[in-house]
Nanobody
Framework: QVQLVESGGGLVQAGGSLRLSCAAS????????MGWYRQAPGKQRELVAT???????NYVDSVKGRFTISRDNTKNTVYLQMNSLKPEDTAVFYC?????????????WGQGTQVTVSS
């Protein structure tokens, strides 16, 4: 059983910063890609950032230059540093991890953490 537990969401004023964390636990030998999605009210879930086990990162254009994804493989944890936050960043943020299993790869999700940016 693999669990992803997120923390770090909250309410912040526009221009502020937040740091999200997502720790994976359970029967884990290694983790491939980790990342973050977000879902704003009335919108589809959007991929925000991904990071490979080697540390290669990718971002959606709307957050480039403002968000930084990182991970600590010794702790099975992925982070999302969010700076210069805007009201349009308001959403529930979900972390995910892809974990190798005998039959291929399994996908696991966190429970979600609310980020609210006030104007």
């Amino acid at each position: 059983q693999v669990q992803l537990v997120e923390s770090g969401g909250g309410l912040v004023q526009a221009g502020g910063s937040l740091r999200l964390s997502c720790a994976a636990s359970g029967s884990i030998f290694s983790i491939n890609t980790m990342g973050w999605y977000r879902q704003a009210p009335g919108k589809q879930r959007e991929l925000v950032a991904t990071i490979t086990s080697e540390g290669s990162a990718n971002y959606v254009d709307s957050v480039k230059g403002r968000f930084t994804i990182s991970r600590d493989n010794t702790k099975n944890t992925v982070y999302l540093q969010m700076n210069s936050l805007k009201p349009e960043d308001t959403a529930v943020f979900y972390c995910y991890a892809t974990i190798p299993v005998r039959a291929g790869v399994s996908l696991h999700w966190g429970q979600g953490t609310q980020v609210t940016v006030s104007s």
